[in-house]
């Protein structure tokens, strides 16, 4: 399983959507894979943790992504472009919107 980190570790029960930056996770993840979901910072021995299923992924330009697919993002402050833009540029300083995302569709 793989670890993935959230600075906002609150998720709904069903489908839930994370976006992170680049590539990096679209070449990690296939539909299926069970992901651990932790607190950004929490040792790999904390028990405050959450298991995910992986249910696909789109690697798209960050202004691309559907309305419909952030009403499922696990942030309320991101279910929407400018919300999420905000919150990448916290995570990510130099993130500008004209960048690739990977966007993730997972179960809890």
């Known amino acids: 399983m793989r670890r993935m980190d959230f600075r906002e570790p609150d998720f709904y029960r069903g489908i839930n959507v994370t976006v992170r930056r680049g590539a990096k996770w679209s070449e990690r993840l296939s539909p299926g894979d069970k992901i651990v979901l932790y607190r950004t910072g929490d040792p790999e021995d904390s028990n ?17 992504i559907p309305d419909s697919i ?20 916290e995570a990510y300083p130099d993130f500008h919107t004209g960048e690739i995302v990977t966007v993730i569709i997972f179960k809890v």
Not at 48 to 64: Q, S, W
Not at 70 to 89: F, I, V
């Open 48 to 64: 405050d943790y959450e298991v995910g299923e992986v249910l696909g992924f789109m690697l798209i330009p960050f202004l691309f």
């Open 70 to 89: 952030l009403t499922y993002e696990h942030d309320s402050r991101c279910d929407n472009l400018l919300g999420l833009s905000l919150a990448m540029s």
